[in-house]
């Protein structure tokens, strides 16, 4: 492992099967029926495996939860409440007006009538909400940092941004007029010395100059600013709203809805960042809205009153000129009284003709909702046929009187039917007069508007849990992609099925070896870590490939073991020089020789010096017993990598190298050979062909198993055959929870 381990892995191995070899003691076949239950405990593992990736990211989203509290602009809510109630007339004589004074009304049309722009454009026209001006603020945190400012002067600015307002500022446009393009287009606003101020359009062209209090005009462009509390060159944004557009965006805060079915009460609602201008707007369209409802309900006696304004006068002049015609025939003939008979048939003619226009009026009203083949109006026609008859019988008795009776009986005819029409508009008109005045409406305020004290925007701490819960949902879909993107080989049983070669060792994940490498690397003294910590799980394994190695050399023609790999950082020279460790603590002669000529790093580990090595004596330049070196451990030596040659190929292809490893060979019982990486360069086939077992060391979670079966055909096409492989890195700690019992298989330690 390079002196370094990587990071724990997922699976721990079976035993290999069908290899013909020993094989280890720390590996077990796991039972068929240890499979159940394994998707839950794979999670567990790996959510263990990922808990600082989950950790970053929910870290994360909580910090940029923190951050939304902070930029969120609070929403403010206001409410009020209406009752829609059926009209019934208070005094019982006006009841024969209803209807001229509305139909019932119903909610559902009550609901789009409280949303219509007749309402809300009313409203928008008196509180001119059509009218837009705010400071600018700088994006993101701008707003943030001038609502939680509480000085009474304008705040100074934030880095250097001077054009925009950080808090304290304050603008009032009463008064607003752009040409027609202009309408739902952004203008600028910026501030000046002594309430001076300039207006630019979209394109940042000025269109007007002026000063507060007073209305400035220019290029089709007017307006009136009272209020203006600003640093001079403060940026402010104006826009005049079109109707439409002003009533869009006002709909888009406020709702309107029944409280339970039928029941006619209704719930008005607005929601916006100013609570106090939500709870003015709701009131101005709760009374603009009973207003008008007053309006209709009394708009039919209003037309009424209209149309009898302009018939009194007429009638009334109708009746002057029948009381005058009568009065001065009577002066022309004497004073004419008239006789019994004659009241008689006067009194029957004017019921006749009273009656007639009752009957015509009403047969007016059913045509308005019947046709004249309907039974009530053929029973007012027949009724009027009756009358017809009895007034020309009428008439032929007036036929028979004397001329001059006749002439009196006519004329008083005309006084009393004229007189009695004009009695009865005038009570008419009198009596909707009353009913007019008297009208409040259908509708009436429970509720006016009432502002939540509190914002009705998800409070900071929803706000943080849903951020939380975001954040483990991403780290959740991030390890899903990075666990669906790695293809490495986790499992040894992986290497066995696919490759068909044993796994001779599982190495568990060494916490230790970590930290005396790092200890190492910072000038402490080197350490290895089967001497100085024997009874780490590590090097207990290690002890397990010692038994396996022994029986597995028996039939080996030399003593001599490569140790390889597919990639750099596995942990070769880890293996090597611990279990070269292993085996001098059972008092076997072992020497350990560093042919990775282009980066051997052994010499380090042990405190020696890299010169007086393999190339030396390759090169003849030094003898057996002088690359020999001799180290803390009793019965181990240790040959370095020597000068660093410019071509190492064509060195370990030279005859004395193989010279070398015979008489080590022959003088150890062991000789073990770190060598480079097989498919980085072709120096481990050369050294393969020289020993009498080959290794070959895979890391957990590192390779891909196509990498693997690459350098072990790489090796057999330069005639090496690989014996099989030592699984490096295994972090053991995370296997129980994925399979159970067998993750404590490695975990056999001493107790005293």
């Known amino acids: 492992m390079e002196n370094d381990q990587l990071k724990p892995s997922f699976n721990v191995p079976a035993a290999p099967g069908g290899s013909g070899l020993p094989t280890p003691s720390l590996q077990q076949v796991a039972p068929e029926d240890e499979e159940e239950g394994l998707a839950l405990g794979e999670i567990i593992a790996v959510l263990i495996d990922y808990r600082w990736l989950i950790a970053a990211i929910s870290l ?52 789009e009538i409280l949303g219509s722009r007749m309402v809300l454009g009313r409203v928008i026209a008196k509180l001119k909400l059509d009218i837009v001006a705010r400071p600018r603020t700088l994006p993101l945190i701008g707003d943030a940092v001038a609502r939680r400012y509480e000085g009474s002067e304008p705040n100074s600015p934030w880095l250097a941004f001077s054009s925009f307002a950080w808090g304290g500022e304050k603008i009032q446009v009463d008064a607003l007029d752009v040409p027609e393009r202009a309408l739902d287009e952004k203008l600028s606003l910026v501030a000046g010395e002594a309430g001076a101020y ?25 307006i009136f600013v009272p209020l203006l509390k600003a640093r001079p060159g403060t940026h402010f944004r104006l826009m005049k709203r079109s109707a439409e557009s002003a009533v869009d965006e006002l709909r888009k805060r406020y709702s309107v809805k029944e409280r339970g079915k039928k029941s006619g009460i209704l719930e008005l609602t607005l929601t916006g960042l100013d609570p106090a201008e939500i709870g003015l707007v709701l009131d101005d369209i709760l009374n603009t809205y009973v207003r008008q409802n007053v309006e209709r309900r009394s708009a039919e006696a209003e037309k009424t009153l209209k149309f009898l304004d302009t018939q009194l006068p007429a009638l009334k002049t109708q009746v002057d000129s029948a009381e005058a015609a009568y009065n001065n025939y009577r002066q022309s003939r004497g004073s004419l009284d008239l006789s019994l008979e004659t009241q008689g048939i006067l009194k029957s003619l004017v019921d006749v003709e009273n009656a007639a226009v009752l009957l015509k009026q009403e047969r007016d009203e059913l045509r308005q909702n019947f046709t004249p083949e309907h039974p009530r109006i053929q029973a007012v026609d027949n009724k009027l046929a009756r009358l017809n008859e009895r007034r020309k019988q009428f008439e032929g008795d007036v036929a028979r009187l004397p001329d001059t009776q006749q002439t009196v009986l006519r004329l008083a005819r005309d006084v009393e039917v004229s007189t009695r029409l004009y009695t009865e508009l005038l009570n008419t008109a009198q009596q909707l007069r009353v009913a007019k005045a008297g009208t409040v409406g259908d509708v009436r305020i429970i509720d006016v508007a009432a502002v939540a004290r509190e914002p009705v925007s998800l409070k900071p701490a929803a706000i943080l849990g849903v951020a939380l819960l975001l954040g483990l949902l991403v780290s959740m879909v991030a390890i899903w992609l990075l666990r669906s993107l790695r293809v490495v080989v986790e499992d040894p049983d992986v290497i066995e099925s696919q490759l068909g070669l044993p796994v001779y060792a599982t190495v568990p994940h060494c916490k230790t070896e970590l930290e005396l490498h790092r200890r190492a690397r910072s000038g402490g003294a080197t350490e290895l870590l089967a001497v100085a910590y024997p009874e780490e799980d590590a090097v207990e394994s290690l002890r397990g490939l010692r038994t396996t190695l022994h029986f597995a050399l028996l039939d080996a023609q030399r003593n001599s073991l490569l140790i390889t790999g597919s990639s750099p950082s596995l942990g070769k020279s880890f293996i090597s020089k611990n279990l070269g460790a292993v085996l001098a603590q059972v008092g076997k002669r072992v020497v350990i020789v560093d042919a990775d000529l282009r980066r051997g790093h052994i010499h380090k580990e042990f405190g020696l010096e890299r010169a007086l090595g393999v190339s030396e004596y390759v090169a003849g330049q030094a003898a057996l017993d002088a690359v020999l070196k001799p180290c803390a451990v009793p019965n181990m030596w240790v040959v370095t990598t020597g000068q660093i040659p410019p071509n190492p190929s064509e060195l370990l292809m030279h005859r004395r190298f193989e010279e070398l490893l015979g008489e080590l060979a022959a003088n150890f019982d062991t000789v073990i050979v770190d060598a480079p990486p097989v498919l980085a360069v072709s120096d481990a086939a050369i050294i393969g062909r020289h020993v009498g077992a080959t290794l070959m060391v895979a890391r957990a979670g590192k390779h891909p198993i196509r990498e693997l079966e690459q350098a072990v055909k790489r090796l057999n096409q330069a005639g090496v055959q690989v014996r099989g492989f030592v699984f490096n890195d295994l972090n053991v700690s995370r296997q129980r929870y994925r399979y159970g019992y067998k993750g404590y298989v490695y975990r056999y330690s001493y107790k005293t």
């Not at 207006?199 to 062209?205: A, H, L």
């Open 198 to 222: 300039e207006v630019f359009d979209m394109d940042d062209q000025l269109v007007l100059s002026g000063r507060t209090g007073i209305r400035a005009s220019g290029q089709g462009y007017s």
């Open 60 to 111: 994360l989203a909580l910090l940029l939860g923190l951050a939304w509290v902070f930029v969120a602009k609070p929403v403010y809510r206001a409410d009020g409440l209406l009752q829609v109630e059926e009209k019934s007339p208070g005094v019982g004589s006006l009841k024969a007006l209803q209807p001229l004074l509305g139909d019932d009304t119903t909610v559902s049309a009550e609901l």
